[in-house]
């Protein structure tokens, strides 16, 4: 084992304490939680990173992506022309200046969005989210319920999975409903996965393997965390032991609802990226000129030793914890946007990997407010609690998307 391997050993127990110490809480934390944790983490990585047919499914997961970007983009030549990746009717002066988001990565979330709620109809996911969500209760012991939401999100999003357990979110204890919170914002959703996927295939190798199992890492990480940072307290809420609800009448629905979901998910990423982008920028003309630096680079700094301790070189600490830095305080989609477009510079590759696994969460102050609002109109009766683990999910989601990093750092050589 190298030493960077050893690095990276060494920064998942202190990911632990950190979130340990950001919860204030000194009593209650199982060790069967830190072993069960530690363990599933170091398991999942281990088996899909190194066991060859699991890797070599990497590959197909691959291609299967390239497939729907290019129906995609069929698609969208369709409708919107050389905007959308047909022929230029002109010659491109700047390689790349012909690429607009909108119009030619974005439209791929209206394709998978309709095909997820396909598999959803056809009992395909639920019948994989059920499996996870019996591992994840020998493992840690929680209810039916929160199980069921941890799963789900690691294909659906951070306000998809609560809706799956609507009717028990006012029975989950405080500690489950904070493991639901988190859970939400420390992985991403099918669509996304498939977008960032997309985006940075040409500088992380099996960019959609690697995507998926930093997602399904990131379910016992965020249980994890959550845990170290609320214990539980009180006996396990009961309740969603049965099959996940239908929500379709029939495949046409589950096409048709699935392509609305998909474009209201599409138009709610534009907009956020617009916003946030454009607040980042004009807080930033604010603080530069005061005090030389900017809120990405003040946010870098402080994920500087998170960075460390995922097994990164120190010498290319600055870079990934710049990358940490906006997705916190912009989002992930930029970060990665980023990532693809310098092609990984001043990165090895190995820290490119350990950088798209820390990198895939919904860890953003955008998100946060996206996932209380959406949770909040579901319990009503749980506004405040819900309100107030809000800011404290963002920290324990971001130290899990973290732990998944370090946990591929141990097992990824130089």
Known sequence: MSWLQLQAALGLPLLCLLAWACGGCRRGVR?????????????????????????????????????????????????????GGGPLPFAEVAPGGSFILFFQALPLVLLVGALSAVLYHWRILPLVVDVLAGGLKRLFGLSGACNLSVAANVFVGMVEAPLLIRPWLATLTRAELFVSMVAGLATISGNMLVVYATMIAPVVPDAAGQLLTASLIAAPASILAALLMLPESEPAAVGAEGPMPRLYDSTMDALVRGTADGLTLLLGIMASLIVFVALVALLNMVLEPLTGVTLQRLAGLAFWPLAWAMGIPAAECATVAGSLGIKVVVNEFVSYLQLAASGGAGLAERSRVILTYALCGFTNFASVGIMVTGMAALCPERRGEIAALGLKSLVAASIACCMAGATVGVLTAP
């Open 31 to 83: 060790p069967r939680v830190v072993a069960a944790g530690l363990l599933s983490q170091l398991a999942i990585a281990g088996a899909l990173l190194h066991i060859p047919p699991l890797r070599a499914g990497f590959a197909a997961l691959g291609d299967a992506v390239d497939a729907l970007a290019r129906a995609t983009r069929a698609g969208t030549t369709l409708v919107f022309g050389y905007l």
